[in-house]
């Protein structure tokens, strides 16, 4: 017991019977048993306690690194699916399509080419002297009058 021999032992307890006497060794040998004991119950409630709390601390790495993989498995499902980015270009294609409200013509379908104005003077009638205008040809043959 605690690196001591039978000797050692003998020699405690003849010098405890010389100063406590016979009457008060028994108690006296009860109490430190009981401090012993208290000892050992203190240092065997810390002991759980430090195992607990490293229990606890496995836990929270554990739960910790389970979010660093979410978080990565999050960031690259984003990049994958370029959500992101698809939302930018549907920004930026919008802005090119709308100026003001009005989309531009660069993005609208081209029109049809416009035909050439075309200006006709009405023919002046000999004999009535009474302007008339020519029928259906007029807008395809300029006017002799010119």
Do not use: C, W
Request: aromatic residues 6%.
């Amino acid at each position: 017991m605690f690196g001591m021999g039978f000797a050692e032992i003998l020699i405690i307890g003849v010098i405890a019977i010389l100063f406590l006497g016979p009457d008060k060794l028994p108690e006296t040998m009860v109490q430190i048993a009981k401090f012993f004991k208290s000892v050992k119950t203190t240092v065997a409630s810390a002991k759980s306690s430090i195992e607990e709390e490293l229990h606890i601390q496995e836990i929270k790495e554990e739960a910790n690194s389970y979010k660093r993989q979410l978080t990565e498995a999050s960031n690259e499902l984003k990049r994958v699916s370029g959500v992101e980015d698809l939302k930018d270009e549907m920004r930026d294609i919008k802005k090119d399509v709308y100026v003001d409200g009005a989309a531009t013509t660069e993005t609208s379908a081209p029109s049809a080419p416009k035909k050439p104005e075309v200006v006709t003077f009405a023919k002046k009638s000999k004999k009535l002297d009474i302007e008339t205008p020519e029928e259906d040809d007029s807008d395809t043959k300029p006017s002799e009058n010119v």
